[in-house]
């Protein structure tokens, strides 16, 4: 919805069966009030800690919420002021166009060649960036494995274990692509052929095992400037909505 929304206590949110993508993002004023773990309040459920007792939440789970900033009362009690009946106050403004990702079931997606590119064979190259691939049903947080494409390489090799990053491309001896995701481990030794451009990882987050997508290549200095527009126009709208309703103070 890409907007402010005020419910009253008691309330109960619904939400119906997805049209595009797996996953919805429900943001609360004050956040989620629970412990603190690396700098974060996420839950790592393969290492069973973080957030709510480091589990999956439950029927009958309760979450306390944090004090809201003096910006977020100011929204809420803007968007409490333009209600219209006895439903939820919805804010009049949303989020801009440039900040909404595009959502699709078989995105092109921005790649980055990785290091060990070179390593692929020749017909592999081609491929990664001119065949579609499939969303395995074997894939989780911690990656996404592709199907339908094999990418095999010029000779077998075997490599030092070294860092990877959210959306670093690995390719196992099998050939068949994984995609680092969130929960994705911190180093790894197959080769990495490929990196994706920030801005475009939302676009993978949200696809479900059977979506496809494609690969187009880009530099190292395209997605900079790519990720840092997008950066700019998320600050451009943190300071028009807090000029917004901030007037009259």
Not at 113 to 130: M, Q, V, W, Y
Not at 144 to 151: A, F, S
Not at 197 to 224: H, K, M, N, T
Request: glycine share 12%.
């Amino acid at each position: 919805m890409w907007r402010s929304i005020h419910v009253h206590r008691g309330a109960k949110l619904g939400f119906g069966r997805p049209k595009l993508g797996c996953r919805t993002y429900l943001t609360v004023a004050g956040g989620i009030d629970v412990p603190m773990i690396f700098d974060s309040r996420s839950t790592y459920l393969r290492g069973q800690f973080g957030g709510h007792q480091g589990r999956a939440l439950r029927p009958g789970d309760e979450l306390a919420t944090g004090d809201p900033s003096g910006l977020a009362q100011a929204i809420a009690d803007a968007v409490q002021g333009g209600r219209d009946g006895a439903g939820p106050a919805i804010a009049s403004w949303s989020a801009g166009h440039t900040l909404r990702t595009r959502y699709s079931s078989e995105p092109v997606v921005r790649l980055i060649p990785g290091e060990h590119a070179e390593l692929l064979a020749a017909p592999s190259r081609t491929k990664l960036f001119s065949a579609s691939f499939t969303i395995s049903a074997s894939s989780d947080r911690m990656g996404y494995r592709l199907e339908g494409v094999e990418l095999p390489l010029r000779n077998p090799v075997e490599l030092l274990s070294e860092g990877v990053a959210f959306g670093t491309v690995q390719l196992p001896p099998d050939g068949m692509p994984i995609v680092l995701m969130a929960d994705r481990q911190t180093t790894g030794g197959y080769p990495r052929i490929g990196e994706i451009a920030s801005v475009d990882l939302p676009l993978i987050a949200q696809l479900r095992p059977g979506d496809r997508l494609r690969f187009r290549p880009i530099s190292v200095d395209e997605a900079q400037e790519l990720y840092l527009t997008y950066e700019q126009d998320l600050s451009q709208a943190r300071a028009a909505i807090s000029m917004r309703h901030s007037r009259g103070k």
